[in-house]
C-alpha cells in the first residue's frame, strides 16, 4: 500500500493557520498538530505566521475573499487595523464585510507584529486587477477632481493628510466601499473623522457618478493589464440597498 505523502511544515502551518483564522476559540486543538514533527521545526517569525493568515483572504486562495491589499502604504493598513481593534470599525452588523474582519483583526495587537505585516503588504508589487465595474473614465476623470485634493491626482494617496491611495484597489471592493460610505455603513463611528468626511463626500455622487469615478481610478492603477468583463448596465440594485460583499473588509 502507498502510503500517504509525509507533510512539510511550511504546509502543515499554512492548512493549520487557515483553520486557526477560521475557527479561533479551538485553536488549542489544532496546536499538537501544528507543533509536532518527526523533523526539528525552524524557528518561525509571529509575524510571519500571522502574514500567512491575512493572505488567506486577502489574495486570491479563496473564492470568497477580501480586497487585495498589494501595495497599499502599511500607515494605511495600520489606521485600519487600530480601527478595527477599537471597534471604530466592525460593530455594524449591516456591514457584513467588516463583521467579518473584526473578531480576526482582534486576535492580533502586537505592535511589532503588525507592522511586520504591514510592511510585507506595501513591499508586494500592486497586483493586475479584473474589471468588475465599466464607467465612463473620461467623466470620471471630470468627477474625480474634486476627490484628487486628498488622495493625489494619480490615486497614490498622500499620507500627509491619511488619505489612502485608490488607484491600487480592485475596482469590486472601491465601489462596494463608497456606497457604504454614502449609506452610512462605512464610516459610522463618532471617533472616525476621515469616514465621517467620506460620507459627506461620497453622498455628493450619483451610483454612475462613482461607477465613472472607479473607471478612472482602474485605468490609473500601476499594473496595468486589466480587462473589462461586467458593463455598467449590470450594476444594478434595489433602492436603499448596498452591493454587499462578503469578504474581510480592510
Same mark, same amino acid.
Given at each position: ?65 477580501? $480586497? ?6 502599511? *500607515? =494605511? %493598513?495600520?489606521? #485600519?487595523?487600530? !480601527? /478595527?481593534?477599537? @471597534?471604530? &470599525? +466592525? ?72 488619505? $489612502? ?6 475596482? *469590486? =471592493? %472601491?465601489?462596494? #466601499?463608497?456606497? !457604504? /460610505?454614502?449609506? @452610512?455603513? &462605512? +464610516? ?63
Amino acid at each position: 500500500m502507498v502510503g500517504h505523502p509525509r507533510w512539510t511544515v511550511t504546509q502543515k502551518i499554512n492548512q493549520w493557520t487557515r483553520y486557526l483564522v477560521l475557527y479561533p476559540r479551538l485553536g488549542f486543538l489544532f496546536v499538537p498538530f501544528l507543533t509536532y514533527s518527526a523533523e526539528p521545526l525552524p524557528v518561525v517569525l509571529s509575524g510571519e505566521v500571522v502574514f500567512a493568515a491575512c493572505m488567506v483572504c486577502h489574495s486570491t486562495q479563496e473564492m470568497q475573499r477580501g $480586497p487585495i491589499l498589494d501595495g497599499m502604504p502599511a *500607515w =494605511y %493598513l495600520l489606521a #485600519q487595523m487600530k !480601527k /478595527f481593534n477599537t @471597534g471604530i &470599525r +466592525g460593530t455594524m452588523e449591516d456591514n457584513k464585510g467588516e463583521s467579518l474582519m473584526a473578531p480576526v483583526a482582534q486576535q492580533y495587537h502586537d505592535p511589532s507584529d503588525l507592522r511586520e505585516v504591514a510592511a510585507k503588504f506595501e513591499k508586494r508589487p500592486v497586483a493586475r486587477h479584473l474589471r468588475t465595474v465599466r464607467g465612463n473614465p473620461q467623466r470620471g476623470k471630470l468627477l474625480y477632481a474634486t476627490c484628487a485634493s486628498c488622495h493625489g491626482v494619480e490615486g497614490r494617496g498622500k499620507k500627509s493628510i491619511q488619505s $489612502p491611495p485608490l488607484a491600487f484597489l480592485e475596482d *469590486w =471592493y %472601491l465601489m462596494d #466601499q463608497l456606497r !457604504k /460610505f454614502q449609506l @452610512g455603513r &462605512r +464610516g459610522y463611528d463618532p471617533r472616525d473623522t476621515t469616514g465621517k468626511l467620506m460620507q459627506n463626500i461620497a453622498k455628493i455622487y450619483t451610483i454612475n457618478d462613482l461607477r465613472d469615478i472607479v473607471a478612472y481610478l482602474a485605468s490609473l492603477n500601476p499594473s496595468q493589464e486589466r480587462q473589462a468583463i461586467i458593463p455598467s448596465d449590470n450594476f444594478s440594485e434595489p433602492k436603499g440597498a448596498v452591493a454587499e460583499q462578503t469578504g474581510s473588509g480592510l
